[in-house]
């Protein structure tokens, strides 16, 4: 029913609208979805390298503090003399280093930053030579020649060199933030574009969804009306239908029970007339026997003899045999009219408790056929016809034991399961086989599948089919030749008297 239904929408027009709205529905939520996650990834991006400019800005300008502050205390250590100046200027110095390599960490991934930072490390290495210098002539007391020498140094434009550095530096820091902005306003105009565009969609698709909808509910309420009134006298052609149909079949059930019934008197004619025909061949084989002897001359036709004491038995032999199976058959058809005219008795059944019962009851054939026989427990309980399912029961585990696979040990299996609705008993064997073309065939009456090497008429399991329709179930076999085969039983959990 759900492939229909889905056909039946496709082929609709409003069920084809429908589709295509919520398609460009989910389209244009999947590109918002994309967008934003485009947006939030190129945001966070730009977050990152914003704090990494800042970062570089930030060890620039202590670098550039800590240089500065390293010169001042050389000054301040040259003039006066005092100690103070020259541990500022170690403790300036010892800042200054780790600062530096971490800025040369920061710029490693700018091409343009690498030579202003080999100036940076170039220049800081001469200032630093010039500046130990004079320390060493002020702390040897030689203040004088410490003087003369930072007037005959260009340390001034060395330090004037490194802060040109150093902004050269920043200003590059400064370029790329700017450049990052610029990118994120573009990100930012791209991904409000596209969240707008996909709004538009979004409200386009429920005003057509919201139409198309107002429109099918306008066609289903008209359907309904028109299905209310066919429902008004859909109860009544139901009943006049399945009076009729019942009448049908009581009437199918009474001219097969009439047909078969009168079957029965010529065949029971031809049976007796037999039996006499039967008794009369020994007198007369005897007869034919007691002229040889005493009278040979009279007996001189040799067809004669054979008539009296092969062809004529023979004959009554294969009557016998044809109206014993014509009498079987009549029998199998009484049968399936008999059974459908009995009324049910449906009664709580423990399926577990019945298939044990017979097995018992056909026990010592499963021993001679040296079958081994499983019932698998729990089993359901059921409520329905306990003589009609005892005889489907029978009859699909007795065929189970019946045809064996001639190279293996017989194994029967039976289970039983639960689903919504239904109660499937499955009774699975490890025989011959079925032919998958005779999996339908093999239910009709008379119908026989495979080799015939066992006693049977082709009624059994045409039996089991019509007592599985009155209990409200279906029955159904899986097989390959030379696999075995399992049948599955399908019953309601609750036998429907009416529906019986």
């Given at each position: 029913m759900q492939g229909v239904d889905t056909a039946s929408t496709a082929e609709n027009p409003i069920g084809r609208i429908l589709i295509a709205a919520m398609a460009t529905g989910f389209i244009a939520l999947l590109v918002a979805a994309v967008a934003a996650a485009y947006a939030i990834r190129q945001g966070n991006r730009h977050t990152d390298w914003v704090i990494h400019t800042y970062r570089v800005e930030s060890v620039l300008t202590e670098a550039r503090r800590l240089a500065e502050q390293q010169e001042t205390a050389r000054r301040g250590y040259m003039l006066a003399g005092t100690p103070a100046f020259l541990a500022s200027f170690e403790r300036a110095h010892a800042a200054l280093v780790p600062r530096i390599a971490e800025l040369r960490h920061l710029t490693a991934d700018n091409a343009r930053q690498q030579a202003p930072m080999n100036g940076v490390v170039q220049q800081l290495a001469e200032i630093e030579r010039s500046q130990r210098a004079t320390n060493e002539l002020v702390r040897q007391g030689r203040g004088a020649?410490?003087?003369?020498?930072?007037?005959?140094?260009?340390?001034?434009?060395?330090?004037?060199?490194?802060?040109?550095?150093?902004?050269?530096?920043?200003?590059?820091?400064?370029?790329?933030?700017?450049?990052?902005?610029?990118?994120?306003i573009a990100s930012r105009r791209t991904f409000s574009i596209v969240v707008t565009v996909a709004g538009l969609l979004f409200v386009l698709v429920s005003v057509v969804s919201f139409l198309t909808v107002r429109r099918y509910t306008a066609d289903l309420h008209r359907s309904r009306t028109a299905l209310a009134g066919l429902n008004a006298t859909l109860e009544e052609q139901v009943h006049e239908r399945t009076a009729d149909l019942a009448l049908a079949n009581e009437e199918i059930q009474r001219f097969?029970?009439?047909?078969?019934?009168?079957?029965?008197?010529?065949?029971?004619?031809?049976?007796?007339?037999?039996?006499?025909?039967?008794?009369?061949?020994?007198?007369l084989s005897d007869l034919i026997d007691r002229a040889e002897a005493e009278a040979p001359h009279i007996v001189t036709e040799e067809e004669a003899r054979l008539a009296a004491r092969e062809d004529l038995p023979e004959a009554i032999g294969f009557i016998r045999t044809s109206t014993a199976k014509m009498d079987r058959l009549i029998n199998a058809i009484l049968k399936l009219s008999r059974e459908g005219r009995r009324v049910l008795a449906p009664e709580m059944i423990a399926l577990d408790q019945l298939v044990e019962q017979i097995t018992d009851s056909i026990r010592h054939v499963i021993d001679d056929r040296g079958v081994?026989?499983?019932?698998?427990?729990?089993?359901?309980?059921?409520?329905?016809?306990?003589?009609?399912?005892?005889?489907?029961?029978?009859?699909?585990?007795?065929?189970?034991?019946?045809?064996?696979?001639?190279?293996?040990?017989?194994?029967v299996h039976v289970s039983a399961s639960e689903t919504p609705g239904r109660v499937?008993?499955?009774?699975?064997?490890?025989?011959?086989?079925?032919?998958?073309?005779?999996?339908?065939?093999?239910?009709?009456?008379?119908?026989?599948?495979?080799?015939?090497d066992q006693p049977g008429e082709g009624i059994g399991l045409a039996h089991v089919r019509a007592l599985a329709y009155r209990l409200g179930g279906t029955i159904s076999v899986e097989s390959q030749l030379g696999e075995g085969a399992t049948f599955f039983l399908s019953l309601p959990p609750t036998l429907s008297i009416e529906g019986a």
């Open positions: 020649e410490a003087l003369r020498h930072f007037r005959a140094d260009s340390g001034l434009q060395r330090m004037a060199g490194l802060r040109a550095i150093f902004e050269t530096m920043a200003q590059e820091e400064r370029r790329l933030l700017a450049l990052r902005d610029a990118e994120q097969a029970y009439i047909v078969s019934h009168d079957l029965r008197s010529p065949l029971v004619n031809v049976m007796g007339f037999t039996a006499e025909l039967s008794a009369a061949t020994q007198p081994t026989l499983t019932i698998e427990r729990p089993m359901p309980v059921i409520v329905s016809d306990r003589v009609a399912l005892e005889q489907i029961l029978s009859n699909l585990i007795e065929n189970a034991t019946k045809y064996r696979h001639p190279t293996r040990p017989a194994e499937i008993v499955a009774i699975r064997d490890n025989g011959r086989g079925i032919d998958p073309r005779d999996h339908q065939r093999i239910f009709d009456l008379f119908r026989r599948s495979g080799q015939q």
